[in-house]
Structures are given as C-alpha cells and as structure tokens.
C-alpha cells in the first residue's frame, strides 16, 4: 500500500521558515518523481515544486522560486521542502504527491498533508 505522510508544518511569523518532511513507503521511492502541492483555504491545488526520479532535477512554481528548496533522501525514502523568506500567502496544507508518470502535474497518490500557517 503506497503510503505518504508529511510533517514539520506549524505556525511561523512572517519571514521565517520550515522544514517539511514526507515519508513514503510502499513502493521504490526512488523510481518517481515527486512534488510538493498545497492548497491555500477555499483555493484549488497549486503545485509547488517537483524533484525528478533519476537525475534529481528540481522545479519550482514562480511564487516560491528563490525562497523553497525541494531534496530527497532516496535512501530514507524521504522528500523535503526547506521553505525560508514565508509569506502570509505561504499559508495552506501542503501535500507530498507522487507523479504520475503519464502527465506533468499529474499524481496518483497524495498524503493527507501538513498544515503552514503564516502570521504574526
């Protein structure tokens, strides 16, 4: 059973920052690409970032270029988010989601997600 559960989301005043985790388990972490989406209240999904299976290669959404930094530790079947410089429109439930393989921005799996909350 493919399993994804984030962690590391919190309350944090403008400026600062966070770490998110994901762990995966149930299939070969290492065989697909990956992406952070969040989903900011009353808002559809917006994609984040995405890291590549093979050569590692990153992405990331203009909103958050510069400030969020996407790894994995294929190893630790984990995924990060380092998300510096927040801003209160930082603020939604980000989830780890597993590409698809079929079409960009297309995933089959998601987690259920960790909440960022941005304020002073």
């Known amino acids: 059973e493919v399993q994804l559960v984030e962690s590391g989301g919190g309350l944090v005043q403008p400026g600062g920052s966070l770490t998110l985790s994901c762990a995966a388990s149930?299939?070969?972490?290492?065989?697909?690409?990956m992406s952070w989406v969040r989903q900011a209240p009353g808002k559809g999904p917006e994609w984040v970032s995405g890291?590549?299976?093979?050569?590692?290669?990153?992405y990331y959404a203009d909103t958050v270029k510069g400030r969020f930094t996407i790894s994995r530790d294929n190893a630790k079947n984990t995924l990060y988010l380092q998300m510096h410089s927040l801003k209160p429109e930082d603020t939604a439930v980000y989830h780890c989601?597993?590409?698809?393989?079929?079409?960009?921005?297309?995933?089959?799996?998601w987690g259920q997600g960790t909440q960022v909350t941005v304020s002073a």
């Open positions: 890291i590549d299976r093979g050569d590692g290669r990153t």
């Open positions: 989601a597993r590409d698809s393989g079929k079409a960009q921005y297309d995933w089959d799996y």
């Open positions: 149930g299939f070969t972490f290492g065989a697909y690409g």
